[in-house]
């Protein structure tokens, strides 16, 4: 064998070598560095140790992190996250759409406070946490709907023609005490259901998840391009006659913040 080709067996060797060691840290680094400054020194640091062939592992690494990334966050995340919605700064402000003042410790405090055993399938703070992951959804302030909530079932008693077990949590299609209103199968689900629900009223943007509302279309083709701005706007058209139905909810809303 000449010295040439010598010498070409012993760079590629050295390559391959570069290449085995290089993978493993580079795969370690991604996961370990959960801050992406740290990310990024990590990633500098190798370009300065490792030289050019390390660019051709980057780009394959960085081909197979983004595979990785669209499982793991999928798009309609990231369209959910982009809803432009105001921040709510006053407990006297009753935007139906804005953000959480009230805490989701203060929203179970305050149930519990009232009634220490409320009739619903899960647990007053996984409950909650469904008012607060729906509500961000859609623009949707979740602790104002909760005290909706408790208002429409007196405090998850029930007692009228609704029933526990139906998950409707604000008397979606109960128009009469003979028609107990809509079903669902879930308590994640009778949430979705009534944050989509004040979102028709409150905007004519289509809700981020498939519409498990029964009464959504009615809401938007009666109202077409109008939409409604504040809790108060509810009254005599969410309850009749509700005279008073939007400022009772505020009412219950700023008592769960002392709380």
């Keep these: 064998m000449s010295l040439k080709r010598c010498s070409r067996v012993a760079m590629a060797g050295w390559l391959v070598g570069s290449l085995v060691f290089t993978l493993p840290e580079y795969s370690e680094a991604r996961h370990m560095a959960v801050n992406p400054e740290l990310e990024t020194r990590v990633d500098t640091n190798h370009r300065l140790n490792t030289g050019s062939s390390t660019r051709t592992v980057e780009r394959g690494s960085q081909s197979l992190e983004a595979r990785i990334d669209a499982i793991l966050h999928p798009a309609v995340e990231k369209a959910e996250s982009s809803i432009p919605v105001h921040q709510t ?69 029930y007692g009228g023609t609704v029933t526990p077990d139906q998950n409707n ?78 400022q009772s909810i505020m009412s219950m809303f700023r008592e769960m913040l002392s709380r």
Aim: glycine letters at 8%.
């Design 89 to 157: 700064v006053s407990a006297y402000d009753d935007s139906i759409m804005g953000t959480a003042l009230a805490s989701q410790e203060q929203c179970v405090n305050y149930l519990l406070s009232v009634n220490p055993r409320p009739d619903i399938s899960v647990s007053p703070q996984e409950l909650v946490s469904y008012y607060y992951e729906e509500g961000a959804r859609e623009g949707i302030r979740p602790d104002v709907a909760f005290a909706q909530a408790l208002k429409e079932t007196g405090f998850f008693r």
């Design 169 to 246: 949590y604000c008397g979606l299609g109960t128009t009469s005490s003979n028609v107990k209103g809509a079903y669902f199968s879930s308590a994640k689900l009778g949430v979705r259901a009534q944050i989509q629900h004040l979102l028709a009223y409150a905007s004519t943007r289509q809700p981020s998840e498939q519409v498990v509302d029964p009464r959504y279309g009615l809401v938007r083709n009666t109202y077409g391009s109008r939409t409604l701005n504040s809790w108060t706007d509810l009254n005599g058209r969410w309850a009749v006659p509700g005279y008073t139905y939007g």
